[in-house]
């Protein structure tokens, strides 16, 4: 039997952990929980030191509520040994030992996930001929020369086959010897320990981590004991996402989070080309896997047009678009696999469209360290599906990655969710008593950056009726007043027979509405007036007309809506010009100008909500309700009689106006009126108005009288 310096350092530089030698600073059993005991009988303490293994948060965060299990690799005896030194006698009870003499005979095992997995030639160079814990454990520990020039010794193992050959002494471990690390409480939540006989150890992060969120195992730990305390670092990836109108992105990030210029909302007219960009950070510990799943994954909502061919992937500033593949679906464990992926050109929206772009290896990614940032870059169009107000059109992310290095468990990140507001004006064309007025026609046109003006070109219209909530007096007459009642059963308004207003109904007011939906803008013509008042003297062909209706016929009557308006904080600035007016009316003199000002809430509000009817397929994201708070669930399927949630993250309007109007920010709709008169006196801003050719009018008659009267005079002369 051959003593062997114990190697708890060298396995230690190949962790995922930095370790210190250092007595347990937390309560252990009185006794030994496991493992063969050696000769000497002595009792170590093995602590696992995660209570800031989470270094992305600050401060750094602890991994808790982590099932670490210990293992005994081999046993040994002390009795005769000096110090720091032990005898391998024999494989512990936590291992396979003979199926890790079978997998060096082999070339390979299977591991805990159940792939095949080639041993390197080096570490089969290394173990070549061993046959029982003796041969293993002198092997892993340096040798030295038996004479100068002996070339019969040979280096410690380096951080890499000592990670690789953790991976297969796990593979094989006895899951029923396993002795189980406590954590402990209070301040010392994310520390575990366990008191062990004396031998060679191999820590298992055995939690489930399997679509966790923010969560990942630590890879596995080798020690020898002494009493041991093995502090866990690592960082767990993030995800960041914005929008914009400006320019698209070109380059990736060498940061996280992004710059501040990165917004989560922004306001646009739909037709509008949006860009999008994607920000992901990955583990610190990728280096000791050997594959490293990564994806974002992304949703997009129906008003929102994806443009495949514009994707992009950064590594920092390295293109890595081609390590990546673009998915509408994705289920590689699927029978038969599902792999669609989005055709190169293909522009297409849904409801939602789901967005994957998945790279299956990323250290097959040269560059790739560990702590890397990747950037997805692309566009998409607002569509004529867009909401208008309310919540916005939304789109989340989040990232996918592996997060165990000994199975395909994979984590996700906190999904981050961007908006796209839109808003509508409405027009009520009136005369001076507030009647309906068919027959008006209008345009509607901006100022561009340079100072053109372009005119609004939109799809429709589409006729809406619409009911809205009336508000009546006690003395009114709901039935003269042509009121509606709403029937809930039968999801139908009718008109109302009664004649004084009934205690708590609701009574409403029916209008036909003609929807247009913006569309884009005509190229920009001359303004011929002043910013404060433009004009144009001709109006581009392509323009479209918005009417209030047919002209002399109040049945075709109909308000005019104009769906995806842009707002935004700065305010943006539209002109109504009227281009006809109905029969016996005056054209308005002068443009009517809306200033859209609105602003998103900073802050999104996060619901959850109990899904109504919960499906396997959705399980990874569903939440379970514990104390006060939600966590991602664990369960591979819906269970029977349990209440799962929907995490709902919203945006809003907390303030809306547009001048000349009435702006509802709970809706994004602005109400106008515009009103015609057919007055015989219609007096100019700044002018005399009429009454002047009145009195010359009348001037002129005396005038004329008088002549005639000289004239005659002069004829009787």
Request: with cysteine.
């Amino acid at each position: 039997m051959k003593a062997f310096k114990k190697f708890g350092a060298l396995l230690v530089a190949a962790l995922l952990v930095v370790a210190a030698l250092a007595p347990a600073a937390l309560a252990t059993p009185a006794t030994p929980a496991g493992g063969t005991a050696n000769k000497a009988g002595t009792a170590h303490t093995i602590t696992v030191d995660a209570s800031t293994a989470d270094t992305t948060v600050t401060p750094a965060g602890p991994l808790s509520g982590h099932d670490f299990n210990a293992y005994q690799i081999f046993y040994g005896d002390t009795s005769n040994a000096t110090s720091n030194q032990m005898s391998v006698v024999g494989w512990g009870d936590g291992i396979n030992g003979q199926a890790v003499i079978d997998a060096f005979t082999t070339g390979s095992y299977t591991s805990k996930g159940g792939e095949t997995i080639e041993i390197s030639q080096a570490l089969k160079d290394r173990f070549a001929g061993a046959a029982s814990a003796a041969d293993f454990a002198m092997k892993m520990a340096a040798k030295a020369e038996s004479a100068a020039g002996a070339n019969d010794g040979w280096d410690a193992l380096n951080a890499e086959q000592t990670a690789e050959l953790a991976k297969i002494f796990r593979a094989n471990i006895n899951d029923a010897a396993k002795v189980p690390l406590e954590e402990g409480t209070g301040a010392d939540a994310g520390k575990y320990s366990a008191l062990v006989n004396d031998g060679y150890w191999l820590v298992v992060d055995d939690t489930n981590v399997t679509d966790s969120e923010n969560d990942f195992a630590s890879a596995n730990i080798m020690v020898v004991v002494d009493d041991v305390n093995q502090t866990v670092k690592g960082s767990i990836p993030k995800s960041d996402k914005s929008v914009s109108k400006g320019q698209t992105t070109t380059s990736g990030y060498n940061s996280f989070p992004a710059p501040t210029s990165m917004q989560d909302k922004t306001d646009a007219n739909i037709g509008d080309t949006l860009h999008y960009t994607l920000v992901g950070t990955t583990s610190d510990q990728l280096p000791k896997f050997d594959t490293y799943y990564y994806e974002f994954n992304d949703s997009l909502s129906k008003g929102l047009t994806f443009d495949a061919s514009t994707v992009k992937v950064f590594h920092g500033t390295t293109d890595i678009t081609e390590y990546f593949k673009v998915y509408k679906a994705y289920d590689p464990k699927a029978t038969p696999p599902v792999a669609e992926e989005f055709g190169a050109t293909e522009k297409v929206s849904g409801d939602p469209l789901s967005i994957r772009i998945i790279c299956e290896d990323l250290k097959q990614v040269p560059g790739m360290v560990g702590g890397d940032v990747l950037t997805v870059a692309y566009d998409a169009v607002l569509n004529s599906d867009a909401i208008i107000g309310d919540i916005g059109n939304q789109n989340d992310m989040k990232v996918i990655y592996s997060n165990n290095p000994d199975t395909d468990d994979k984590g996700e990140s906190t999904p981050s969710k961007t908006t796209v507001m839109t808003l509508r004006l409405d027009i009520s064309k009136i005369d001076s008593e507030a009647n309906p007025l068919p027959g008006a026609e209008f345009k509607l046109f901006r100022l561009s950056t340079e100072g053109l003006l372009e005119y609004l070109k939109a799809s429709g219209p589409v006729d809406e009726d619409v009911y809205e909530e009336a508000t009546v007096e006690a003395t009114d007459n709901p039935k003269d007043k042509g009121l509606y009642e709403y029937d809930a059963a039968t999801d139908a308004y009718t008109l109302t027979n009664d004649e004084t207003p009934a205690a708590g109904k609701t009574y409403y007011e029916f209008h036909k509405l003609a929807v247009y939906t913006v569309q884009g803008w005509t190229t920009g013509v001359a303004n011929s007036g002043t910013n404060a008042a433009p004009k144009s003297d001709s109006i581009p062909a392509d323009a479209t007309t918005l009417t209030s209706g047919t002209d002399g016929d109040p049945d075709s009557y109909r308000e005019i809506a104009i769906k995806g308006l842009e707002g935004g904080e700065a305010g943006k600035k539209y002109y109504l010009t009227e281009t006809k007016a109905p029969a016996g009316y005056n054209k308005l003199a002068n443009n009517i100008e809306y200033e859209v000002k609105s602003t998103t809430t900073d802050t999104a509000t996060t619901t959850y909500v109990p899904v109504a009817a919960p499906v396997d397929d959705d399980i990874a994201s569903y939440y379970e309700k514990q104390g006060d708070n939600y966590v991602l669930t664990q369960d591979a399927r819906v269970q029977t009689g349990k209440t799962y949630y929907e995490c709902v993250i919203d945006y809003g309007l907390s303030d809306f106006s547009v001048t000349n109007s009435t702006a509802d920010p709970a809706t994004g709709i602005a109400d106008t009126k515009v009103e015609n008169s057919n007055d015989l006196v219609l007096p100019v801003t700044g002018g005399i108005g009429t009454t002047i050719f009145y009195t010359v009018g009348a001037l002129l008659v005396v005038g004329a009288g008088v002549l005639l009267v000289t004239r005659r005079r002069v004829a009787v002369k």
